[in-house]
Structure formats: C-alpha cells, structure tokens
C-alpha cells in the first residue's frame, strides 16, 4: 500500500481555502466558491486520466453538482466506492468540514492513477454537493441510480471530517447503520494497527454514507469528532484535551487551514489508501 503525502493532502486544501477566500469566504451550495471547488477537484482528476461526470441538481432554488469519477477497468460488476462531501457551510470555508475528506480522497485517487493500479475491483469516487442543507446531493445519486446500477455498488465508504484538531481515531461501526458492514469496519481498523488505537463511533445517519445504507449498500467510514468534547481516557489514549471538542471551529469561520491536525490528516489518508488497496483486490478482472 503506498504513502499517501501529506505535502499533496494539504496542497489541496491550500487551494480549497484560497477558492474559499476568493468567493466570499466559504465554498457553500449555490454560492461561486463550490463551484470553483467543484472545477477543482475534476480539473486534478481529468489530467490523470479518470472518467468524470458532473452530475447537477437544483435545492432552495440554486444549482448543485456532485462530482463522480471512475478509474477505467476493473469489474463492473463489483464496484468500490469512496467519498465525501466538497460543501462548506456558508459560514466559514470548510477545511476540516469536509476540504478534509475531499482532499484525502483526492489525493487516494492521484496516487491510484500515479502508480497506474490495475484493481480488481472497479474504482468510483464521488464529492458531494449540499451535504450541509440535509445530505442533498448524496440522496440525489443514490434515488437517480438505476437500481442495476445500484446493485453494482458493493461498498461505500465515507471521509467527512478527518483531520479535526483534537482528534479522535474513530471507525464508523457496522452495529451503528443499517447496512453497517462488518468486512469494511474490520479492514478500516486494520489500517491504524501498530500505528495508534481506534474507537468505534456511531455516526447514525449524519453524513453521506447514509443514502447509501438506505439503498442496501454495505457502507463504512472514517470521522475525527466534530462538536463532541473529548473525554479524559480519548485524551490519555490519542494525546488530546480533555474537555475540549473535537472541533471547536465545527461549522464556523475559524474552519481554515489552521483548523488541521496534520498527523490525524495524514494517518486517516494513509488509512483510506490501506482500505482502497486491500478492498480492491488485484489480479485481472472477470472478461
Ligand atoms: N456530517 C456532519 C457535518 O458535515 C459531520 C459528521 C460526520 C457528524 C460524521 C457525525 C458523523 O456537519
Ligand atoms: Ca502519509
Ligand atoms: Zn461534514
Ligand atoms: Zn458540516
Ligand atoms: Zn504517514
């Protein structure tokens, strides 16, 4: 499994905040910096040879886009997903919430396509639009799939929020969903093995993964905490504050760069490519 850079994660990031800093200081539905966002992300992914798809919708009267990008090859029939939403609020530009996720994924997929990796599996990644007005523009994908195209998917995972500033290592658990999957809790954990100690968490329909879970789709996920105080045993274990939140700029301005905890962001990136590489399999795909 390859080393996810840091350096590149945060590259990215940088670009989301001056996007954000550009626009009215946020990258929120309806409002330019989204889709500067947007344009982004899909410009690094067309130039290293993903299929994208803009995919638009329209809530509280303005425009949407989620963005969907496939690694050609692999099986068809046996779809690995991953993502997060590329949304801010319009209160502040998002970094952690969710430049984070995004650019975790972001980076997963460059270093897919930089190592030219033939899966087994086929590889699908998908940014979000208006996670924050109540999941919109993951619900839009998932109730506009085909359902032949729906049974394809055969995981989901999910990157919001992983590079909080008091961070907590935490797994979305299988009990907690209703497609919880114990396979992908497992290897999500496996990642972090030797490295530092996880926590299940029960992140409840809260993110984007819970479209998915609705449709059938075994689905898991990685989260550092948001609004949640961190207790005295998480601090001792992850080296935190105790009494703090996770995130105290959760949904406020102060969500900038500054707002990153870089040794979470990097090991939670780390951890996607080790769950990306394990789950996709090699070896040639069935003709
Ligand atoms: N979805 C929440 C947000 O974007 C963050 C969150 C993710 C909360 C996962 C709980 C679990 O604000
Ligand atoms: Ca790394
Ligand atoms: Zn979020
Ligand atoms: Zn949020
Ligand atoms: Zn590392």
């Given at each position: 499994v390859p080393d996810i850079s840091l350096a590149n994660v945060q590259a990215h990031l940088n670009s989301l905040q001056t996007i954000a800093t550009n626009n009215g200081g946020n990258r929120a539905h309806g409002r330019p910096g989204y889709k500067a966002s947007i344009d982004f992300v899909k410009a690094k992914l067309d130039a290293v040879g993903f299929t994208t798809q803009v995919q638009q919708f329209t809530y509280n009267s303005a425009t949407g886009y989620n963005l969907i990008a496939d690694w050609p090859g692999?099986?068809?029939n046996d779809v690995l997903m991953l993502g997060g939403h590329l949304d801010s609020v319009s209160?502040?530009?998002?970094i952690n919430d969710n430049g984070s996720g995004s650019a975790g994924i972001l980076e997963t997929a460059l270093t897919v396509a930089r190592e030219n990796l033939q899966p087994r599996k086929h590889l699908r990644f998908g940014w979000w639009g208006a996670e924050e007005l109540g999941l919109i523009g993951s619900n839009h994908y998932v109730n506009n799939l085909p359902a032949t195209e729906k049974s394809k998917i055969k995981a989901y995972l999910n990157f919001d929020m992983i590079g909080s500033p008091n961070a907590g290592y935490m797994v979305y658990s299988?009990?907690?969903?209703?497609?919880?999957?114990l396979a992908l809790q497992q290897t999500l954990e496996a990642a972090f093995v030797g490295k530092v100690a996880t926590e299940l968490t029960?992140?409840?329909?809260?993110?984007?993964h819970a479209a998915f879970a609705r449709a059938g789709i075994p689905i898991g996920g990685l989260f550092t905490g948001a609004e949640v105080t961190m207790t005295a045993a998480q601090a001792q274990k992850w080296g935190g504050q105790a009494?703090?939140?996770?995130?105290?700029?959760?949904?406020?301005?102060?969500?900038?760069?500054?707002?990153?905890?870089t040794t979470a962001l990097d090991r939670m990136s780390d951890a996607i490519a080790y769950a990306l590489w394990t789950l996709a399999g090699t070896g040639t795909p069935p003709g």
């Open positions: 692999g099986d068809p209160g502040g530009p998002g299988a009990s907690g969903q209703p497609t919880g999957s029960s992140v409840g329909g809260r993110s984007d009494g703090v939140a996770f995130d105290r700029c959760y949904h406020r301005s102060c969500d900038t760069t500054s707002n990153i905890n």
